[in-house]
Structures are given as C-alpha cells and as structure tokens.
DNA sequence: CCAACTATGAGTTTTTCA
DNA sequence: TGAAAAACTCATAGTTGG
C-alpha cells in the first residue's frame, strides 16, 4: 500500500506506561509539512458547512445515483429522507415516476415510517395545536425537531400543558448514573427568582436541552429530583426519538425473556422500558457506497453535538439490552448499525456510536473487493459448483482445525469423478464451511483464512501483524478483534475537510490500530496520537506503525485504561491542547455470540471496561467544554 | 512455560415457506 | 403475515507437545 514519501524527520516514541514524562515534547503543528493535496477534497469543501443544503446531493451522485433524478425530486420539495427511503423500496434503477408514486404513497398514507407524520404525532401528542405544529414543520423541515420545539414553545405554551404519551415512559428511576452530567454545569449563576425549579430548567438549557425539554423532563420527574435524573430522562428520550427513525414497532419485540435483563439488576417499572434497539435489514447504518438508502443529515442531542468528536464500536449483536444501555450512556444517541460486508468480502455486524457529520462520506481507495470470486481469484479453480457462498462470514479470532480440514476432505474423496458428493455430504460440508469461514485452496481441500488474507480483508497493510514477536495465534486472535479499516474510514473520512492541518487523537483499545491505519489511509495528519491498549504486542504493532509510515506526530502509548486517571487526562490534554477525537471499541468478549463460557453482558469482566471509555470521554468533553468558554 | 490445537452451544437474528 | 427452519457469532478452556 501506499506510504508517505518525503519527509525524514524523526517521529517521536513514547512508550510511558506508569509515568507522565513529556518534557522533551516538540510538535509543532504548523511546521508539519502534511497538507492535504486540494484536488484531493474536490467536493467536499463546499458542503462542510452547509448541513441542510441540496449540496448534499453530491455524495448521492458519489454513489452512483443520478443525479438528474435526485436534483429533481430534491426540487419538487421531496425530503432527503423520503427519496433515500423510496429509493430503498423501488431500487436504485428506478424510473422516476414509480419513485414519486412510492413517495407520494407515504404522504397519503400518512403513516408510520414518514418522518414527517412522526413528526407531527410527536408534537401532537405533547399537546401543541394541530395547525401550529403543521406550519412549524413547514418553516423548519420535519427533520429539525429542536427548531420546530422552540418555534412552539413561544406561542403555545400557557393554555395548553404539554400531555406526555406513553411512549417517553422510560425507566428514569435508575441510579446507574455513571455518565457525570454535572460536569457540564457551569457554577456561576446569576439567578434572581431561584426556586428549584427554575434552577433546573436553566441548569438543563444550559446543557444544550430546549425549554421545551427541560420543561417536559421537570414535569415529568417531578421538582425534586437529582439534575442526573432529568439529564437521564431526557437522554433517554432521545434515544427513544432517534431510535424511532431506525426501528419499527417496539410491540414486535419479543416479551420478557427470563434468563435476560444481564444488564439491569433493577426491575422496569413497566413494560415500555426504554425503546428496545432493532438492528437495519440491509445494516447499513446512514448509508454505505453503491447501495441505495443514503441518509445525509440526523439530529444529534444538542449535548453531543461538535467537538470533540467520539466514535465508540462494538458487535452488533450484543445480548438484548446491551446497547440500549450503551446509547443511553453516550448521550442517547441511536448505534449506527453497519455490516462491513459492505467494504469487504467478509461480513462484519457492529454498531457505532459516534457524534461525527454523516454527509459527504468518501470511502478509501482503492475499494476492497466485494466477492470471494474476486477477493480470491485463486480458489476460483478450486470452488465446488455447490458452494453458491459470495461472501465470507466474519472474522473471528480462531479458526478451523487441521483436523477439520481433512475431516472434509476425507467426506469429499470417495466422490472425485461423479458430478457432484451426494447431498447429504454437500451438507456438511458446506455447513462446516460457513461455520469455520472456509475457502477452498486445492482439490477438495478447504481451509481457513491466513493471517495474511484477513489483514487484507479488514484493510491493514500487508504483515501489519506480522513478526516482532507475534504468534500466529496472537495475529489471528488481534485480528478478530479489530475494526474493519475501510467501513471505519468510511465514517471518519468526514474529519479530512475539518481538520487540513491535522488531528490529536485518543485511543482508546487500540488493539491493533484499526483507528490509526484507517486516518493514515484517509491521510488525515495524526499531530498526536493517544493510545491505550492492554496487550503488549498490540503497542509494538502501532509503534512499528508509526514508524514504518514515517508519522510526523507524537504517539503516546499506555497500557491500561483504569489506570489512566483523570488527572493523567488532563495533564496530557494540557500538554497536546486537547483531543479532537476519542475513539475505540471496548471488549467485546463478554458480548459477543462466540463466547459460551461468559457471555455475561455489559458488567462482564472485560466488557465492563465500557464504562471506562465513557469515564474518559466525559473527562476529555468537560475539559475541552472549559477550554471553548 | 509457551504455542498450537481442538472441542465446546446458545442466543438471537435472518431467511424461508406455507 | 407468522411460524419454523436456517444461519451466524470481535470466544474460553482444556489438552498436547515441545
């Protein structure tokens, strides 16, 4: 893969474990020779600051969409949503008129799924007047729930008392509080007429809540209450919004499952706990390149919106309550689920938590290969006709025995000659395929992926893993545990325009620097790079890395994030001048579906160490949050 | 002690099919 | 549409062999 040429300056190492010791730092951010190439960003400039504009159409056109179709329907006042959402229904080949059939189908009906009638029940049944919430809609978009509260308030407020429906009725009695709002509460308070109330109604403007909110979370948790209760309350029905334009009907969700609830001890109060999180079929989160259902534009709670800018990462499929619980400690935001099937030859289900701009994406080049027929052009020869597999199953962290292999191969043998094995034998041969992640190498001959052949496919460069004293089950285990650099690129690629001159990064779970080779490839300048990773072999990796690639910044790495105190924190942020970007993916091993022995959920051993990620983050929001006043 | 190897299902989602 | 079947999963722990 492509290196950086030119450029011989030193990079400066550190590898200071139990220590702060920074003396003899010398980064000068704007001495760095780095810039990135103009006519690398065509299009993308234009748009960073417009969010709202049909410039957004631009990255439609990116994927492939015509642009005539979509400039049409953008003009005839369709929303971007109902567009990508016809698309999805129609595909992308669609002629033009079926694509406003389906749209005007959805304006008719009326019904769930259209943003906009969702719009209008949500304000509806918070009590506001019928044609006062329609004429707020059409002055601000149905998108921009946060505009057309406040246009409301104003005007609607001393007649009619807001009625709460049901939906919003989450359980905000609990105390697992670890997300530490306070901290974003000023101290300096000017405040004539201070009952409580009226304390907590500011306290929680103040934190980027509308009045409208603030005064429905007063209402509804009562005057007394903990400001931590409010802010759970009102990040929780954030979520229950956001996770609405995701997620259908709730009621299909299965009923209480006994042997579940790992993860609250505490009983729900009713059965309409907090939203339950459904997962996108296609798992495409906002959007991935050449498939239709492109979503360029979300609401993020105001209190997680702009730097620094967060992206948390874990397996989708996570036992039942587990990222309802995540979002609901990461301000409420909705998981963006993406399947990494679409950036590989491989699948790869995980959700994404992250406060980063979703329009003008850019995916790395070159892509990787989409099918097994191209990603292994080799096994082509090899492949039985009765194999119908395209893509590959995900990449875990051990792999098929020696002994499995020729298990197969000794089902297969008895059969050379006759068009085809019997069925029986087809059956189970293909299921330990799939089973296994198999490819065929030889006649007959099926075996797991090498070490190799999954650094490509989750896009590290080639023996990235490789040598300094990494066995191959140490490769192959680090590499089933990392991000799949392309659909993580894919997502921060919208940092390039933002940051020309560079970015400082924490990170946190390193691993293997899944986050790091995939700003390298976006050829985002890392000025100073954080790292926190446990394994030791892994901090080798990113520092032979860091090397190999010539980085003009600072790497910094550290073993254990509980060890990472907030006074560490923030003598590092005084140091480097802050974090533009917190990122990392906490274990998963507690979580994940492979684990028979403990898969215990969010309060497993190694999982629980989510909790650290969002210790850290708050620190490194409050400090950063200080920083801007 | 280390590295390689192997057996060990369930829980949940996704697809199929009537 | 809904029930049944199929499919899939960032793993752990024990054993072996050196």
């Known amino acids: 893969m492509a290196q950086d040429s030119g450029g011989d300056e030193d990079y400066v190492d550190w590898n200071t474990d139990d220590d702060l010791e920074i003396d003899n730092f010398q980064f000068s951010p704007s001495s760095s020779p780095v810039q990135p190439r103009a006519e690398t960003l065509v299009g993308l400039a234009v748009a960073t600051t417009s969010s709202n504009s049909p410039a957004e159409t631009t990255d439609l056109v990116q994927m492939g969409f015509s642009d005539e179709i979509f400039a049409s ?21 669609a002629e033009t008129s079926v694509i406003i059939d389906t749209i005007s189908k959805y304006s008719s009906d009326c019904e769930a799924g259209s943003s906009k009638s969702k719009a209008i029940d949500h304000f509806l049944a918070m009590g506001f007047d019928e044609q ?24 609607a407020e001393p007649e009619k008392s807001p009625v709460v429906k ?4 989450i359980d905000w009695s609990s105390e697992d509080d670890d997300v530490n709002y306070d901290m974003l509460v000023s101290d300096d308070e000017n405040d004539p007429n201070s009952n409580e109330n009226n304390n907590q109604m500011r306290s929680l403007v ?100 702009g730097a620094p800018y967060f992206y948390y990462e874990n397996v989708a499929l996570a036992p039942i309550g587990v990222w309802e619980t995540i979002s609901r400690h990461l301000y409420g935001i909705a998981p963006e689920f993406v399947d990494s099937k679409y950036f590989c030859v491989a699948n790869r289900k995980r959700g994404y938590i992250h406060n980063l701009p979703i329009n003008n994406r850019f995916q790395i080049q070159p892509p990787q290969k989409y099918t097994i027929n191209e990603a292994f052009p080799l096994s082509k020869q090899w492949w039985p006709a009765w194999d119908k597999r395209t893509k590959l199953n995900c990449i875990l962290t051990v792999t098929g025995s020696a002994k499995l292999t020729n298990r197969i191969r000794n089902a297969l043998r008895p059969h050379i000659g006759e068009p085809e094995p019997p069925q029986h034998v087809q059956r189970y041969v293909i299921d330990q395929c799939r089973k296994w ?5 030889g006649q007959n001959k099926a075996a797991p992926l090498e070490p190799d052949e999954m650094e490509n496919i989750l896009g590290f460069p ?38 020309p001159n560079g970015i400082n990064v924490l990170s946190l779970f390193t691993g293997i620097g899944g986050g790091e080779v995939a700003l390298h490839r976006l050829k ?29 910044g600072v790497l910094v790495e550290f073993s254990d994030v509980q060890d990472l105190s907030n006074e560490k924190i923030e003598r590092l942020m005084d140091k480097f001048g802050g974090f533009d970007l917190v990122i990392g993916g906490s274990p998963c091993n507690n979580l994940a579906g492979g684990n028979r022995v403990s898969r215990n959920g969010l309060e497993g051993d190694q999982s ?19 920083r801007a006043r």
Request: charged share 30%.
């Open 206 to 305: 103040r934190m980027g809540f509308s009045e409208l909110e603030a005064s429905l979370a007063v209402e509804r948790c009562g005057e007394n209450v903990d400001i931590a209760e409010l802010t759970d309350f009102l990040c929780a029905a954030q979520m229950a919004r956001q996770f609405s334009e995701f997620h259908t009907d709730p009621e299909e969700r299965k009923p209480d499952n006994k042997k579940r609830r790992i993860e609250s001890k505490r009983e729900p109060r009713s059965s309409a706990d907090v939203e339950p999180v459904r997962l996108p079929n296609p798992m495409i989160g906002f959007g991935v390149p050449n498939e239709p259902g492109l979503i360029t534009h979300r609401s993020l709670p105001k209190i997680a919106q």
């Open 437 to 441: 992640n198999l490819v065929w190498v």
């Open 524 to 552: 985002i300048p890392m000025k100073v790079v954080v790292s926190v990773e446990i394994t030791e072999s892994n901090r080798e990796i990113l520092k032979d890395f860091w090397a190999q690639t010539k980085q003009k």
């Open 166 to 169: 049901e939906e919003y009725d």
């Open 73 to 93: 329907l953008y003009d005839m006042g369709f929303s971007l949503e109902m567009i990508n959402r016809a698309i999805k229904e129609t595909g992308p080949n």
């Open 462 to 499: 080639r023996n990235h893993t490789r040598g300094g004293g990494m066995s191959r089950t140490e490769r192959i285990k680090s590499l089933g545990n990392s991000f799949q650099v392309d659909t993580v690129a894919y997502h921060l690629s919208v940092l390039k325009p933002m940051f």
């Open 132 to 155: 006062k919430v329609i004429k707020a809609i059409h002055e601000h978009g149905e998108e921009n729930m946060e505009d057309i509260a406040n246009a409301l308030l104003p005007c």
């Open 608 to 626: 629980s160490l989510f909790f650290e990620y969002c210790r850290i983050l708050e620190v490194v929001r409050a400090r950063m949050a200080r």
